[in-house]
C-alpha cells in the first residue's frame, strides 16, 4: 500500500470528534456550493458532491435542506476559501483550509492558536510545497464488477494514484485537477460515490516521540476546535 492508504487510516484514527462540528462544516460546503453553482444538484456538480458527504455523515436531510435554503437567501454571506501555513513545534510543517466570512478573524484566531502553542505562523507557500494535493473518492464494493488491478487500469487516463479497499468501501485517490472527470466517469457507469472530497498528503513525515507528539496535538487540536478551520493536515509520523 501507499501513501494514501496509510495516509487515510492515521486521519480514520482523528475524525472530527463532535458530529455538530462536522455538520458545521459541511453546512459551510453546501453554501459556498450554492453560491457558486445554484441549488440543482443535477447540474451542480460541487454540489451533489456535498449532499453524497453529508450523507455519509449521517446528517439529518432537514439540516441539508436547511443549508441550502440559507444559501439561497441574499443576506446569507458567502464563505471565503483561505488557506494558512506554518510550523508546528520540532519542525512540523502544517496546512490549515478555513472557510470564512471575516478574513481578519481567523487570521487573528490562527496567528494566536501558533503563538499560545509555540509554533511559527508562516507565509503564504512555506509549506504548502510540501504536500500533494489531492482528490478521493469512496465508492461501494458491491458496485465494483471487475477486480482492482482491472479497475486502477480502467482509470490510468485519470492519473490515479492509488486504488484500494477497506471496511468502509473502495478508495480512489488522483491530483486534485482531475476531481470532474472521476465524478463524471463513476456517474457513468453507475458506481455510487458515498462520500468524495479533497486532502494534502505530506511528501514525507517526521517521527516524535511521545513527548513531543503531544506538544503537536495541543497545535492542532486548538486549529481544530475554531470554527472558521475546516480542515488541518500536518507532516508528523502518524
Known amino acids: ?7 487515510r487510516k492515521g486521519r480514520k484514527l482523528k475524525r472530527w470528534a463532535a458530529m455538530a462540528k462536522t455538520f458545521t462544516r459541511i453546512g459551510k460546503d453546501i453554501v459556498m456550493a450554492v ?14 458532491a456535498v449532499i453524497q458527504n453529508a450523507k455519509a455523515a449521517n446528517m439529518p436531510k432537514e439540516n441539508v435542506e436547511r443549508a441550502i435554503k440559507k444559501a439561497t437567501d441574499k443576506d446569507t454571506e458567502n464563505y471565503k476559501e483561505v488557506l494558512f501555513e506554518g510550523y508546528a513545534p520540532h519542525g512540523i510543517a502544517i496546512v490549515i483550509e ?16 501558533f503563538n499560545k502553542c509555540n509554533g511559527n505562523f508562516g507565509t503564504s507557500g512555506s509549506v504548502v510545497f510540501m504536500f500533494d494535493h489531492t482528490c478521493n473518492f469512496l465508492i461501494k464494493t458491491d458496485d465494483l464488477k471487475m477486480d482492482l488491478e482491472e479497475f486502477e487500469l480502467e482509470l490510468i487516463d485519470f492519473n490515479v494514484e492509488e486504488v484500494f479497499e477497506d471496511e468502509d468501501g473502495i ?10 472527470d472521476i465524478q463524471k466517469y463513476l456517474e457513468e457507469n453507475n458506481l455510487e ?9 505530506p511528501t514525507t513525515t517526521t517521527k ?30 502518524m
Do not use: C, W
Open 193 to 201: 460515490i458515498i462520500s468524495s472530497g479533497f486532502e494534502r498528503i
Open 35 to 48: 453560491k457558486e453553482g445554484g441549488v440543482n444538484p443535477e447540474s451542480n456538480a460541487r454540489l451533489r
Open 171 to 180: 478508495l480512489i485517490y488522483a491530483p486534485f485537477e482531475q476531481f470532474g
Open 208 to 237: 516524535l516521540n511521545e513527548e513531543e507528539q503531544a506538544d503537536v496535538e495541543k497545535l492542532l487540536d486548538r486549529l481544530d476546535e475554531d470554527e472558521d478551520v475546516q480542515n488541518v493536515y500536518h507532516s508528523m509520523e
Open 1 to 7: 500500500m501507499g501513501r494514501a492508504f496509510e495516509f
Open 98 to 113: 478555513t472557510a470564512t466570512d471575516n478574513n481578519n478573524r481567523t487570521v487573528a484566531n490562527v496567528r494566536a492558536a
